[in-house]
């Protein structure tokens, strides 16, 4: 994972030694909004107006944050109206890459060769880090946002009259809970896994990894009483956290560590994420393939033989046991 200074690529991973051994993440550079009208959203400037065929779409199958975009690009159809390209699993000294023969789509735009050089293309002098998703504008060739949980807000809404798709995951009767949820889902687990598996000393590590899945606890207690996060409505909540929970056994739990328990040993959480993988169209999301090799084979810091392992052996399948709650 390296980042770009003034345009330059440098292969940097995260310095942690003014943090105590806490992993700190950058806060996302592009912050705009396509709005139906094309008036400016609450952050960053205007001239995005929603419009058929104008944006694309730059994910990795095996990132839970572009994960997001893509779920919400399938429940509310907009997959006619937005194209996209898919990185390789494999991040490596070049950064997020368009190498098809490790899995890339290939860049359907320009053929580009590294995702940093989309967001020099938006900006020659850049500095940050390089971090899909991207949502990028055709028209105007730049960057419109690169900050998932504003992504899917967007995609929640601002292409409706076009879709005609009326399915709303940030109702606004529930906004306040919604936000109250994704506040300390996103700081303890959204994020919480990634402070556990990048903290370079121990304290840090046990106070994430404790806080976590104590957090865990908590959300096994909500579903215990709840059919989703919010109550009876599925809301953005639960798809921001399904992507990090898709991902736990299979990788979280060996790899970063986060391994005081499996999901398998809460049936909520566990029924629960099986029903939402089974809602249609979402396991087409999911590909653990991308998953595993993008973990296990970029992160040669913590993994430094990059062998892949071949389990868990995990059935998302199986009934789920939530129609009673």
Same mark, same amino acid.
């Given at each position: 994972m390296g980042l770009l200074i003034n345009g330059q690529w440098q292969d940097r991973w995260y310095d942690t030694k003014d943090s105590k051994g806490e992993f700190v993440r950058e806060?996302?550079?592009y912050r705009s909004w396509i709005t139906a009208d094309g008036s400016a959203g609450p952050s960053g400037k205007g001239g995005f107006k929603a419009e058929p065929g104008r944006y694309h779409l730059y994910v990795s199958l095996a990132c839970p944050w572009a994960h997001r975009t893509l779920i919400f690009r399938k429940l509310k159809g907009l997959e006619e109206l937005i194209t996209v390209s898919v990185v390789s699993p494999h991040m490596l000294e070049q950064g997020w890459?368009?190498? %098809?023969?490790t899995g890339s789509t290939g860049d359907h735009l320009y053929a580009s060769e590294f995702m940093h050089q989309i967001y020099t293309r938006a900006q020659a002098d850049y500095t940050g880090r390089v971090t899909v998703p991207v949502l990028w504008d055709k028209q105007l060739q730049t960057i419109v946002s690169n900050e998932s949980s504003e992504i899917i807000r967007m995609f929640n809404s601002a292409f409706d009259g076009f879709t005609g798709n009326t399915l709303d995951l940030w109702p606004e009767a529930l906004r306040d809970t919604t936000e109250a949820l994704n506040s300390w889902i996103y700081e303890t687990v959204n994020n919480g896994v990634y402070r556990s598996g990048f903290a370079t000393t121990q304290e840090a590590y046990e106070h994430n990894v404790k806080e976590l899945f104590a957090s865990l606890e908590r959300i096994e207690h909500i579903l215990s009483q709840? %059919?989703?996060? $919010?109550?009876?409505?599925l809301t953005? $909540?639960?798809?921001?956290?399904?992507?990090?929970?898709i991902r736990f056994d299979a990788v979280y739990h060996g790899h970063f560590k986060c391994n005081l328990k499996q999901l398998r040993e809460y049936p909520n959480i566990s029924g629960y994420l099986r029903e939402l993988y089974q809602i249609e169209g979402v396991?087409?999301?999911?590909?653990m393939n991308h998953i595993k090799q993008h973990y296990y084979y970029s992160h040669d810091m913590i993994n430094p033989t990059r062998i892949v392992p071949l389990g868990p052996e995990l059935d998302f399948t199986a009934p789920?046991?939530?129609?009673?709650i």
């Open positions: 806060q996302a550079g890459s368009f190498d %098809r023969k709840n %059919r989703y996060l $919010a109550g009876a409505t953005e $909540a639960d798809w921001r956290l399904f992507t990090t929970l396991s087409e999301t999911v590909d789920h046991g939530r129609d009673s």
